[in-house]
T-cell receptor, first 112, second 111 residues
Framework: QKEVEQDPGPLSVPEGAIVSLNCTYS??????FMWYRQYSRKGPELLMY????GNKEDGRFTAQVDKSSKYISLFIRDSQPSDSATYLCAMMSGGSNYKLTFGKGTLLTVNP | NAGVTQTPKFRILKIGQSMTLQCTQD?????MYWYRQDPGMGLKLIYY???????DKGEVPNGYNVSRSTTEDFPLRLELAAPSQTSVYFCASSFDTTTQHFGDGTRLSIL
């Protein structure tokens, strides 16, 4: 079983739709959970960062972490064409472990 | 602030050649990282540094070398380039270990 599993998509939705992106993981030591957005031919940029379980909201974006199920989600409300990008989940165990483990990324297209 | 700057943006190498990918950050971050991203494969950590003079191997270090003589610069050296090293290379830096800022990458093709 891979450490982090992420459905690569592609995912295509109409403008205004609610988008749900998900990752599962197997390493119970992970404590820090991130979502990165990557536009074509650009570097990843940090979108959301959550420590341990719970929800975090930032504008149209909500990140959820369920450590008991080893499952994380990113929800995008009122999706816009500018949200079209690849979304990467990433996780870290923390402490002196500097290794960030990434999912493969989900390609999202929001159609006007 | 420029953030993390990578040069060159694109390069073609012949098998067996060597080159250095440059990475500079102006945020005074202690932590710096090199990743490679292959199509559909996510990002894999090659090397990282926790400060000037300190580097360590990541997940896929074979065929690469790094040095960190200053806080700002973290070059990645490829010796004896091989087709398997064709990839997009990203440098990142962070103030703490969790919030990493990425450059826009170097696209490297080895033919």
């Amino acid at each position: 079983q891979k450490e982090v599993e992420q459905d690569p998509g592609p995912l295509s939705v109409p403008e205004g739709a609610i988008v749900s992106l998900n990752c599962t993981y197997s390493n119970s030591a992970f404590q820090y959970f991130m979502w990165y957005r990557q536009y074509s031919r650009k570097g990843p940029e940090l979108l959301m960062y959550t420590y341990s379980s719970g929800n975090k909201e930032d504008g149209r974006f909500t990140a959820q972490v369920d450590k008991s199920s080893k499952y994380i989600s990113l929800f995008i409300r009122d999706s816009q064409p500018s949200d079209s990008a690849t979304y990467l989940c990433a996780m870290m165990s923390g402490g002196s472990n500097y290794k960030l483990t990434f999912g493969k990324g989900t390609l999202l297209t929001v159609n006007p | 602030n420029a953030g993390v700057t990578q040069t060159p943006k694109f390069r073609i190498l012949k098998i067996g050649q060597s080159m250095t990918l440059q990475c500079t950050q102006d945020m005074n971050h202690n932590y710096m990282y090199w990743y490679r991203q292959d199509p559909g494969m996510g990002l894999k950590l090659i090397y990282y540094s926790v400060g000037a003079g300190i580097t360590d191997k990541g997940e896929v270090p074979n065929g690469y070398n790094v040095s960190r003589s200053t806080t700002e610069d973290f070059p990645l050296r490829l010796e004896l380039a091989a087709p398997s090293q064709t990839s997009v290379y990203f440098c990142a830096s962070s103030f703490d270990t969790t919030t990493q800022h990425f450059g826009d990458g170097t696209r490297l093709s080895i033919l």
